[in-house]
Antibody, heavy 120, light 105 residues
Framework: EVQLVESGGGLVKPGGSLRLSCVVS????????VNWVRQAPGKGLEWVSS????????FYADSVQGRFTVSRDNAKNSLYLEMNSLRVEDTAVYYC?????????????WGQGTMVTVSS | VMTQSPATLSVSPGDRATLSCRAS??????LAWYQQKPGQTPRLLIY???TRATGIPARFSGSGSGTEFTLTVSSLQSEDFAVYYC?????????FGQGTRLEIK
């Protein structure tokens, strides 16, 4: 069974940092681009970042550029999101999502998400 | 920018629902639709503007190209009432519409 399991969310003060992890199973992780997508409470979806299978190509939304860093460890089947200088508006459920095979930049399998709350 | 309309659509079970998505500039046919039910993660329905993803029932259909797109759900079933998002993947940054809530009339 294909699975993506996020962890690392929690409550953090504005200006603080947090590191999210996503461990995958059930597919060959090192052949897929993977992504972070977030959803603020009661709001819509916002793409955050993408990292290619090798980690060579990396893209960020303007809203997180310079504050968030995505990385992956293919040996550990893991994806990470290092979040610094957190703002109240970063409060959201953060999902890791696999790129659809054969349809680049779409998302076919999603994790259940981890909640990040930025509040003083 | 991706703009979806209407924000909420009330339709009776068995009827047809038509959801719209407009792009501020052409995205060719690089447009996907997702369904999200309460408490669940999004599910990919359509990609390439009109191709159903694996396992998606034939009552879901997509059309359009360039800047105007439509998702049609024919003969609505109870499980189809959810929020629907369009997403362009023509260029970075990847962007979603704000969603259309499809509710039971």
């Amino acid at each position: 069974e294909v699975q993506l399991v996020e962890s690392g969310g929690g409550l953090v003060k504005p200006g603080g940092s947090l590191r999210l992890s996503c461990v995958v199973s059930g597919f060959t992780f090192n052949t897929y681009t993977v992504n972070w997508v977030r959803q603020a409470p009661g709001k819509g979806l916002e793409w955050v970042s993408s990292i290619s299978s090798s980690g060579y190509y990396i893209f960020y939304a303007d809203s997180v550029q310079g504050r968030f860093t995505v990385s992956r460890d293919n040996a550990k089947n893991s994806l990470y999101l290092e979040m610094n200088s957190l703002r109240v508006e970063d409060t959201a459920v953060y999902y890791c999502a696999r790129e659809t095979l054969g349809v680049v930049r779409t998302f076919d399998i999603w994790g259940q998400g981890t909640m990040v709350t930025v509040s003083s | 920018v991706m703009t979806q309309s209407p924000a909420t659509l009330s339709v009776s079970p068995g009827d047809r629902a038509t959801l719209s998505c407009r792009a501020s500039q052409s995205v060719s046919n690089n447009l996907a639709w997702y369904q999200q039910k309460p408490g669940q993660t999004p599910r990919l329905l359509i990609y390439g503007a009109s191709t159903r993803a694996t396992g998606i029932p034939a009552r879901f259909s997509g059309s359009g190209s360039g800047t105007e797109f439509t998702l049609t759900v024919s003969s609505l079933q109870s499980e189809d009432f959810a929020v629907y998002y369009c997403q362009q993947y023509n260029d970075w940054p990847l962007t979603f519409g704000q969603g259309t809530r499809l509710e039971i009339k």
